[in-house]
């Protein structure tokens, strides 16, 4: 089974551009978790979605946006990116009967 | 607010050595704690998963303890190897929310 995929693996953007990630979650998945990685904060956690909808949220700006398609795939959207946006998102997928999360290899967004 | 720690930061051993690693967390009523490896630039590993029910878990020369009363979890990791060499992180989910609450890691190197 083909573990959590995530798109594009690095990206670089400039200040006040606006960017999309994407995450395809492990068959059968139907929980998608986004997370921020820096070296100041450690992982933060963003949002969950399952089914379509989100089901809680950190304490991000507005800025940080995300959805879920009906096949469990999701994007996660950063608007008038800053410098401090610049780390390792990471997109986890966890089973319905488990609450295991499954990590993918995560994107890292440089932004100048 | 649950909050995770895990000390020490970092950690260097000679090859062989047996090891234990230490996560400890503020709120008790946890569901579960999770423990992680990440290689440098790379997502996450899922090592174990323990539920608040469960005292330990093991695969193969890792074993997990979980003992929520003190508020503590330790991570023993048998015969080490420089494979092992990583950033060990534990994360554990706390009220209904399926979200995880990180500890800032132990960078582990296993000196051959």
Same mark, same amino acid.
């Given at each position: 089974k083909a573990g959590v995929t995530q798109t594009p693996r690095y990206l670089i953007k400039t200040r006040g551009q606006q960017v999309t990630?994407?995450?395809s979650p492990i068959s059968g998945h139907r929980s998608v978790s986004w997370y921020q990685q820096t070296p100041g904060q450690g992982l933060q956690f963003l949002f969950e979605y399952f089914s379509e909808t989100?089901?809680?949220?950190g304490n991000f700006? *507005?800025?940080?946006? *995300?959805?879920q398609f009906s096949n469990s795939r999701s994007e996660m959207n950063v608007s008038t990116l800053e410098l401090g946006d610049s780390a390792l998102y990471l997109c986890a997928s966890s089973p319905p009967d488990s609450q295991e999360e499954f990590f993918g290899p995560g994107t890292r967004l440089t932004v100048l | 607010k649950q909050e995770v720690t895990q000390i020490p930061a970092a950690l260097s051993v000679p090859e062989g050595e047996n090891l234990v690693l230490n996560c400890s967390f503020t709120d008790s009523a946890i569901y579960n704690l999770q423990w992680f490896r990440q290689d440098p630039g790379k997502g996450l590993t899922s090592l174990l998963l323990i539920q608040s029910s469960q005292r330990e878990?093991?695969?193969?020369?890792?074993?997990a303890s979980l003992d929520k009363s003190s508020g503590r979890s330790t991570l023993y990791i048998a015969a080490s190897q420089p494979g092992d060499s990583a950033t060990y992180l534990c994360a554990a989910v706390s009220g209904s929310a399926r979200q995880l609450t990180f500890g800032s890691g132990t960078q582990l190197t296993v000196l051959p």
């Amino acid at each position: 089974k083909a573990g959590v995929t995530q798109t594009p693996r690095y990206l670089i953007k400039t200040r006040g551009q606006q960017v999309t990630l994407s995450c395809s979650p492990i068959s059968g998945h139907r929980s998608v978790s986004w997370y921020q990685q820096t070296p100041g904060q450690g992982l933060q956690f963003l949002f969950e979605y399952f089914s379509e909808t989100q089901r809680n949220k950190g304490n991000f700006p *507005g800025r940080f946006s *995300g959805r879920q398609f009906s096949n469990s795939r999701s994007e996660m959207n950063v608007s008038t990116l800053e410098l401090g946006d610049s780390a390792l998102y990471l997109c986890a997928s966890s089973p319905p009967d488990s609450q295991e999360e499954f990590f993918g290899p995560g994107t890292r967004l440089t932004v100048l | 607010k649950q909050e995770v720690t895990q000390i020490p930061a970092a950690l260097s051993v000679p090859e062989g050595e047996n090891l234990v690693l230490n996560c400890s967390f503020t709120d008790s009523a946890i569901y579960n704690l999770q423990w992680f490896r990440q290689d440098p630039g790379k997502g996450l590993t899922s090592l174990l998963l323990i539920q608040s029910s469960q005292r330990e878990q093991t695969s193969g020369r890792l074993n997990a303890s979980l003992d929520k009363s003190s508020g503590r979890s330790t991570l023993y990791i048998a015969a080490s190897q420089p494979g092992d060499s990583a950033t060990y992180l534990c994360a554990a989910v706390s009220g209904s929310a399926r979200q995880l609450t990180f500890g800032s890691g132990t960078q582990l190197t296993v000196l051959p």
